[in-house]
């Protein structure tokens, strides 16, 4: 069983910058397509973005579209967020997710991390 670890989030200025990373442990993480989803306070969760196990395909929720960018590193075992162009309704807890399936589009989801807070100020 596969066992993710979120880090890097943190309080930036709207417009600004920031990287998620996503550390994985036990099973090969290079297997599975990876995902972000994140949550505001009160809110549902809500998928960001997802990368198939090669890193060659990936998809973007509307909202982040051409602000957010998804990679991976299978050879860290690590999976990134990268956030541009930050807006305030970005905040929220962001949560690393490994799916079921190999490709996209996304399977059910077998492991969540613990989240990694996000705060965006206008």
């Known amino acids: 069983q596969v066992q993710l670890v979120e880090s890097g989030g943190g309080l930036v200025q709207a417009g600004g910058s920031l990287r998620l990373s996503c550390a994985a442990s036990?099973?090969?993480?290079?297997?599975?397509?990876m995902a972000w989803f994140r949550q505001a306070p009160g809110k549902e969760r809500d998928f960001v973005a997802a990368?198939?196990?090669?890193?060659?395909?990936?998809t973007y929720a509307d909202s982040v579209k051409g602000r957010f960018s998804i990679s991976r590193d299978n050879a860290k075992n690590t999976v990134y967020l990268q956030m541009n162009s930050l807006k305030p309704e970005d905040t929220a807890v962001y949560y690393c997710?490994?799916?079921?399936?190999?490709?996209?589009?996304?399977?059910?989801?077998?492991?969540w991390g613990q989240g990694t807070q996000v705060t965006v100020s206008s």
């Open positions: 990368i198939s196990w090669g890193g060659g395909s990936t």
């Open positions: 036990g099973r090969p993480f290079s297997s599975y397509a």
């Open positions: 997710a490994g799916s079921t399936r190999r490709v996209l589009p996304l399977g059910s989801i077998a492991t």
